[in-house]
């Protein structure tokens, strides 16, 4: 059986830990009402995950294109393997579109994103009253389809391992 590299599955396995971080912390710091410091703690934390997402999955993408995955399992349809490939490339888009969308949204409500505490990254859109809701809307709508996408990804890798009882999930595990 061939596995992925060592460094693609921390990349793998690191870019879930902090999606799933972040998407969690997401929902947490929309339900808490009023602005209080642990809100406000929250958003520079959630914020702070998006843009490690994006570092992430930048160096992700130039990992993945130096270094070939393994090739597919035999065993498996053509078809499945399409599939495969196609919410891999759905999942790769969202890595980056809800990032983008989250810092745009942030912007755009005229709040700056300062990344660990250390340093403000720059702005590339002004404060827009009118954008801002629809940015908001976009960022929403992308991170529950690709919650969506990730569950379904899950899924299938466990389907894989107990149903199929192929190995496509252990090639990605440590």
């Given at each position: 059986?061939?596995?992925?590299?060592?460094?693609?599955?921390?990349?793998?396995?690191?870019?879930?830990?902090?999606?799933?971080a972040?998407?969690?912390?997401?929902?947490?710091?929309?339900?808490i009402?009023?602005?209080?410091?642990t809100?406000l703690?929250?958003?520079?934390?959630?914020?702070?995950?998006?843009?490690?997402v994006?570092?992430?999955?930048?160096i992700?993408?130039?990992?993945?294109?130096?270094?070939?995955?393994?090739p597919?399992?035999?065993?498996?349809?053509?078809?499945?393997?399409?599939v495969?490939?196609?919410?891999?490339?759905?999942l790769?888009?969202?890595i980056?579109?809800?990032?983008?969308?989250?810092?745009l949204?942030?912007?755009?409500?005229?709040?700056?994103v300062?990344?660990?505490?250390l340093?403000?990254?720059?702005?590339?859109?002004?404060?827009n009253?009118?954008?801002?809701?629809?940015?908001?809307?976009?960022?929403?709508?992308?991170?529950?389809?690709?919650?969506?996408?990730?569950?379904?990804?899950?899924?299938?890798?466990l389907?894989?391992?107990?149903v199929?009882?192929?190995?496509?999930?252990?090639?990605m595990?440590?």
């Open positions: 059986m061939q596995r992925y590299t060592k460094t693609a599955m921390l990349l793998h396995w690191l870019t879930a830990l902090l999606i799933i972040a998407f969690f912390l997401g929902l947490t710091m929309v339900d009402h009023g602005i209080t410091p809100k703690k929250y958003y520079s934390w959630h914020k702070w995950l998006g843009v490690t994006l570092g992430v999955a930048a992700r993408l130039l990992w993945r294109k130096a270094n070939q995955p393994p597919p399992l035999a065993s498996i349809p053509a078809w499945q393997h399409k495969a490939d196609g919410m891999h490339y759905l790769y888009f969202f980056f579109a809800v990032p983008v969308s989250g810092y949204y942030t912007y755009a409500a005229g709040v700056p300062v990344y660990l505490g340093f403000q990254l720059p702005a590339i859109i002004e404060p009253a009118e954008l801002k809701p629809i940015l908001k809307t976009v960022h929403y709508v992308l991170t529950m389809t690709m919650a969506a996408a990730v569950v379904a990804h899950a899924l299938a890798a389907k894989h391992h107990f199929d009882r192929d190995a496509t999930l252990k090639r595990l440590p």
